[in-house]
C-alpha cells in the first residue's frame, strides 16, 4: 500500500494520498491539486476517491476540483450539509480498494460533521495501523471547538470528550496518528510541530487529553480560546457548497503605476509581497504589507479578509503568481492586478514612497526611553517574556487598540522576529502614524544580546 504525506507549511495544512490496487484516495486536498494528480500519475494510481475530514474554515479545499478533474467521488460526514454531490458516511462505512480499507468513525467536536479515517493495510495486518483525524485530534493538541454557529464552545468540547474517549483513545497503543495541522495552525493552540504521531504516545504527552474529567476538559478547551478569524466562517461556507476552480480564476493583469494609483485612489487595497527590507527602503503609501515567506495567506485572511479587492506588488511576476495562488487558498480571489515591473515603475514615474527603517535591538535599547515600544506577539508569547517598555497590542488586534499610542512620536514594533511586526508596521501607516520603525530580529534579537526582560503576571492589551 502507498501512503503519502503532503504538508504545506503556510497553511501548517497535511493532506495525503493512499494508494493500492492501482486506486487512491486524497484525504483533506488543498486548493491548488496538481500535486495529486501529479503523485498518482508517477506511482500508477487512479484518484477514485477525495476524502474531506470536515468542512474547512482556514483554507479553501481542492475536493471538488480535483473530482472534477479525475471522476472521483467525494466523501463528507453525513451532518455536513455540503450543496454539492457527495456520499455521505456515518460511523463504520468503509471504502475498500486492493489492499486497503479505509473505515470512517464520526468524531464531532471540531465541528459537527467531523470524521476520522482508519487505514487498515490488509497484507500487513487485519487492524487499523493509522488514523486519520483530520481537526479532532493533532500532535499535542485537539481541535478548537468554537466553529459551529448553532452551538456553543463548551457544548462542541464536550462532543469532542466524547469522540475522544469513545473513539480515538479506545484505539491501541501504536495505530499512528495522521492530523490535518500542525504548528502555526489557528485550528488548535499547542500542536507540535511534529507530523505524526501514536495514540500511545498521545495518551500520555498531549496536553489536552490529561483532563481527567469531561468537566475539567470542556474547561481547559474553553478557557481563553484564541481569537477566532472573521474568514473562517467564509471559507467553510464556501467549502460547503463548493468553491470555484482555482483554473477558473483570471490571472491577474498587469498594470501601470498611474492606473495602481487611480484604483488604491478608489479603494483597492495595495497589497505588498515583498521581503521585509524591500518593504521598508521603499513602499506605496498606503499599502499593506505581508512578505510572502511564512504564513502569508493565513495573515492575509486575518488581516484584510476576504471582501476587498487587491492590487499586488512583488518582486517579480512568478512571485505575484505565487501570491495570488496563495491567497487563492484561503478564499482571497478578487486580484486586480499587480504593478508591472514592481516599484521599479513606481520609481520610474516618480510617485511618491513611503519608508519603514529597520531598527537593531542596539539601536532600540539605547533609545528605548524616546521611543513608544509595541509588542504585537500573541498573549501566551507576551506571558513568558517581554521588553518592560513595551505596550502589547496582539496583531490582529492592533487597529482596534490604538488608544495611548502617539501618532506624531517614533513607534518601534516587534514581534518574536520580525515578519508580523513589519505587517503592523504598515497598518500603523495607514493609520497615521508618522515615524513607525520595525526591530530587525524581534524579541528574539532581544533575548539574544541577553538585554533585560520581563515575565508577565497578567495580560492587559494597553
Known sequence: ??????????????????????????????????????????????????????????FISGHQELASMTGAAIYLGARAG????????????????????????????????????????????????????????????????????????????????????????????????????????????????????????????????????????????????????????????????????????????????????????????????RPSGQFGGAHIPGAIHIALAGQFASWAGRIIGLDHQLVLVAEDRDAMLEARTRLARVGLENVAGYLDDGMTAWFREGLPVEQVPQLTVQDLRREIANIQVVDVRQPGEWQQGHIAEAVFKPLPKLTESLDGLDREQPVAVHCKSGYRSSIASSLLKREGFKNVMNVIGGYDAWKACDFPVVEATSITVA
Open 1 to 58: 500500500m502507498y501512503f503519502q504525506q503532503f504538508y504545506l507549511g503556510c497553511l501548517s495544512h497535511a493532506s495525503y494520498v493512499i494508494g493500492a490496487g492501482g486506486i487512491a484516495a486524497v484525504i483533506d486536498p488543498q486548493r491548488d491539486v496538481g500535486i495529486y494528480i501529479e503523485d498518482a500519475v508517477k506511482h500508477g494510481l487512479r484518484i477514485a476517491h477525495v476524502i474531506e475530514t470536515h468542512l474547512h474554515a482556514d
Open 82 to 273: 455540503a450543496t454539492f454531490p457527495h456520499v455521505p458516511v456515518r460511523d463504520g462505512d468503509e471504502i475498500r480498494f486492493g489492499n486497503c480499507i479505509l473505515r470512517f468513525l464520526e468524531t464531532p467536536g471540531h465541528t459537527l460533521e467531523s470524521i476520522s479515517i482508519l487505514v487498515t493495510d490488509t497484507e500487513r495486518s487485519p487492524e487499523p495501523y493509522a488514523v486519520l483525524t483530520g481537526d479532532t485530534l493533532f500532535i499535542g493538541d485537539v481541535g478548537r471547538p468554537d466553529l459551529a454557529p448553532n452551538h456553543t464552545p463548551q457544548q462542541l468540547a464536550g462532543m469532542l470528550y466524547e469522540s475522544l474517549q469513545t473513539k480515538l483513545l479506545t484505539l491501541a497503543d501504536e495505530v499512528e496518528v495522521y492530523p490535518a495541522h500542525g504548528a502555526g495552525s489557528l485550528c488548535g493552540r499547542q500542536m507540535s510541530a511534529e507530523r505524526s504521531s501514536t495514540i500511545g504516545q498521545q495518551r500520555t504527552s498531549n496536553f489536552a487529553l490529561q483532563a481527567k474529567s469531561k468537566e475539567e476538559f470542556v474547561q481547559l478547551l474553553t478557557a481563553e480560546l484564541p481569537e477566532r478569524p472573521g474568514y473562517f466562517a467564509l471559507d467553510a461556507e464556501l467549502n460547503r457548497s463548493g468553491p470555484t476552480p482555482l483554473a477558473d480564476l483570471p490571472i491577474p493583469d498587469a498594470l501601470l503605476a498611474k492606473d495602481v494609483l487611480a484604483l488604491q485612489q478608489e479603494g483597492v487595497l495595495v497589497l505588498d509581497t
